[in-house]
């Protein structure tokens, strides 16, 4: 069973930055795409941004221009930077592995870290 820990998260004003980090101890963490995920009370759970093997990146509209999503193959590590965060963004947010289907979607595996989370408030 892969181990995800995700961390970074916190409490910002709108506008303000933060860099989340989520560490697996998946074996194969270089080879797999990784996508960072939030689910917002009474919402599901949405993809925000992924990263392939090879550090392809895709975004959310609703995030595009403001998030940065990275990996470090040799700490098995992904990360977000997340600048000009709004209220909307307020969430907990939550790593995995994902792999591809049709038309360039994303699917998550089916196991979680515990989330980390973010609150944008003035």
């Known amino acids: 069973q892969v181990q995800l820990v995700e961390s970074g998260g916190g409490s910002v004003q709108p506008g303000g930055s933060l860099r989340l980090s989520c560490v697996t101890s998946?074996?194969?963490?270089?080879?797999?795409?990784m996508g960072w995920y939030r689910q917002a009370p009474g919402n599901q759970r949405e993809l925000v941004a992924a990263?392939?093997?090879?550090?392809?990146?895709t975004y959310a509209d609703s995030v595009k221009g403001r998030f940065t999503i990275s990996r470090d193959n040799a700490k098995k590590t992904v990360y977000l930077q997340m600048n000009s965060l709004k209220p909307e963004d307020t969430a907990v947010y939550y790593c995995?592995?994902?792999?591809?289907?049709?038309?360039?979607?994303?699917?998550?595996?089916?196991?979680w870290g515990q989330g980390t989370q973010v609150t944008v408030s003035s």
């Open positions: 990263i392939t093997s090879s550090s392809s990146a």
């Open positions: 995995t592995t994902i792999f591809g289907g049709p038309g360039g979607s994303w699917f998550p595996y089916d196991y």
């Open positions: 998946g074996s194969l963490f270089a080879v797999n795409a």
